[in-house]
């Protein structure tokens, strides 16, 4: 049976900015599909939205395992019947110089990162193209800036940006929007699972946003679509200066990564 309320399904959602984006759409007015590999986060974040009156559902799964985004996408349409807005959240980063991150660490990275969303999309698009609906990925102001210490994860973010841009304009007669939002530093568990620090940003004297501002910033990118939106004017103005003064933009990126550069070998942290 189809749901009467629009659906929505969040990647990432048992924990930072999938959590709050999770909350924030029922309280929109989604009924919310969660997705992550740990059920009782899940099901506490889906315990918190029926108590305010809100409709949820969770399917704890490893986005990165094979079949999963066929399975997603089976089940939504099997408790939904339909899909109106998909967001690619889930995601980690490894912070470390590239000459000694594992190999292990770099196809991990680039299964979650980017071969999820891509196969997610895919699988979600026919069902996307009935509701004309949207999809919000969320990628990183990593994306598009250089990210010295982060540089896989920086590509994986990079090219989820290109995607949704060349996407946007393929899916645009069906009807479907694509936008991809791209936060600087955020306060939630994703340094400790990439081993970095938000201290990294306060020490550079960044803004770090709160999981609870993304979350409004993807609903109101769910009711009215945009493009590539940098939560920040940081990112905005990084994004700026790296495009169109390269040369001046390295030199600082040079003298924040000398700041904050990784001391120690990094343990393998992921979950
Ligand atoms: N925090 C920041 O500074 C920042 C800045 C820019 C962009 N972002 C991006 O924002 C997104 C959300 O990150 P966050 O800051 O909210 O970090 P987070 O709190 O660590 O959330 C990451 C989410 O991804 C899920 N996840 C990790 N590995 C998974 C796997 N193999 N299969 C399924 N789910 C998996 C985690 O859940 P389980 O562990 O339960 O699976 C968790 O729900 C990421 O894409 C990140 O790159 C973050």
Request: glycine share 10%.
């Amino acid at each position: 049976m189809e749901s009467s309320k629009k659906v929505a399904l969040v990647t990432g959602a048992s924990s930072g900015i999938g959590r709050a984006a999770a909350l924030a759409l029922a309280r929109e007015g989604y009924a919310v599909l969660l997705t992550a590999r740990r059920a009782e986060r899940l099901a506490g974040a889906v315990e918190e939205i029926r108590r305010s009156g809100g409709a949820a559902e969770f399917v704890a799964c490893d986005l990165a395992g094979p079949g999963a985004a066929a399975l997603l996408a089976r089940d939504v349409d099997s408790r939904f019947g339909r899909l109106d807005l998909l967001v690619n959240n889930a995601g980690w980063g490894y912070c470390s110089p590239l000459a000694r991150v594992p190999e292990e660490v770099v196809r991990m990275m680039i299964e979650l990162n980017l071969v999820a969303p891509i196969l997610l999309t895919k699988e979600c698009l026919p069902a996307l193209r009935r509701s004309r609906g949207t999809i919000i990925n969320i990628a990183s102001g990593s994306g598009l800036l250089p990210s010295p210490w982060y540089a896989v994860y920086g590509a994986t973010k990079a090219a989820l940006v290109s995607l949704s841009d060349s996407l946007r304009i393929e899916e645009r007669d069906n009807g479907v929007r694509v936008v991809s939002i791209c936060p600087g530093p955020v306060w939630s568990e994703f340094f400790q699972a990439s081993g970095g620090a938000p201290v990294h940003a306060d020490r550079l004297g960044i803004k770090i946003q709160t999981a609870d501002e993304i979350g409004r910033i993807i609903v109101r990118h769910a009711r009215r679509p945009g493009r590539t939106v940098a939560t920040t004017g940081a990112v905005r103005l990084g994004g700026f200066l790296s495009r169109f003064a390269p040369r001046l933009f390295d030199l600082i990126a040079l003298q924040w990564a000398r700041k904050v550069r990784p001391e120690v070998e990094q343990p393998f942290l992921h979950r």
